[in-house]
């Protein structure tokens, strides 16, 4: 099937709305040049791709990666994770998003009981990170390319191949679940219920006056609490948080619809235009019009 739009629709909670792929074959491949960051959020389905250029940080619940060109990554499914560019060039990454289906069809069967839900299941096991400096690492990635090659290119069986590449990707990472035993305690799990609560909130408010205590309230804990929750989990302040969504939010404004600039940033809850200009500058590292310039 042809490449996918990277754009990332999300709900109130973070999840992402975007369906990946068909009914029938609910995979789908993407070819991502990261000019921008792509904002934290969650999906149903599990993610794996290869850095095809440049480096970026791939972010996740309370950890920082960093993954360079020729490096890999797999992400669970329900993994809460954001990618940023790591330096001031684009990278361009290639990644497949799959069902966990696709690779155990039905839940009765040996694949999904043995194999795919242990691994789903596994909270420690989030993300993993494939350097090519062993023989099983370098099998993963090239399961991957094969997986999404075949899902751009449509060769003749390609659904026979994609499923196999991924199975065995699966599989391999599967057997690597003693390594990721442990890791998940009680207060990684209570802040992760409580940042998926902030981030629903700030989602939904986003275009308006957002106080901080607004935010904590939302997941009934103090200032502090949430201040504390929003550095361990997602590696930044609510504040800061904030003013990066509402940029994301202004950004794809800019790609996508034929508003003003002014009327995008007035929708994003920015109605100081000079504020605005400097702070999307600051983290696009254009203007608000050269970056509709060369993205639309």
């Known amino acids: 099937m042809p490449l996918s739009s990277s754009l990332v629709p999300f709900d109130a909670g973070g999840r992402e709305t975007k369906e990946h792929g068909t009914v029938l074959f609910p995979a789908a491949a993407y070819n991502t ?32 990666f960093i993954i360079h060109e020729g490096e890999g990554f797999f992400l669970n499914a329900d993994a809460l994770h954001a990618f940023r560019r790591n330096g001031k060039e684009a ?11 696709i690779v155990a ?14 691994l789903l299941n596994n909270r420690n096991l989030k993300t993993i990170i494939l350097k090519p400096d062993t023989d099983e690492s370098r099998q993963i990635l090239q399961d991957i390319r094969t997986a999404w090659e075949n899902t751009v290119q449509e060769p003749a069986g390609f659904e026979f191949t994609v499923r196999n590449a991924l199975s065995d990707a699966v599989f391999r990472i599967r057997s690597r ?40 309230a939302s997941a009934a804990v103090s200032v502090n609490e949430c201040m504390r929750c929003f550095r361990r989990t997602v590696q930044t ?51 608000p019009t050269e970056y509709r310039k060369t993205s639309t």
Not at 34 to 43: C, R, V
Not at 105 to 118: F, H, I, K, L, T
Not at 178 to 191: A, F, I, N, P
Not at 239 to 255: D, F
């Open 91 to 101: 990278c361009e990454m290639h990644s497949v998003v799959f069902a966990p289906r």
């Open 33 to 64: 040049t990261m000019h921008y960051s792509i904002p934290w959020h969650w999906h149903t389905y599990m993610e794996a791709g290869i850095l095809q250029k440049g480096s970026v940080r791939l972010l996740t619940e309370g950890h920082v």
């Open 237 to 287: 302040s609510p504040v800061q948080y904030v003013r990066q969504l509402r940029i994301q939010k202004a950004a794809a404004l800019l790609r996508t619809t034929d508003l003003k600039i002014n009327e995008a940033a007035a929708a994003c809850g920015f109605l100081d235009m000079s504020y605005f200009s400097r702070i999307f500058r600051s983290y696009a590292g254009v203007t």
């Open 177 to 216: 679940m003693e390594e990721h035993s442990g890791r998940h305690s009680s207060r990684d799990q209570r802040d992760e219920a409580r940042i998926r609560m902030m981030l629903a909130y700030i989602e939904d408010h986003f275009h308006e006056e957002i106080a901080l205590e607004d935010i904590a």
């Open 105 to 118: 069809g039905s839940m009765e069967s040996v694949y999904w009981q043995n194999y795919v839900s242990p």
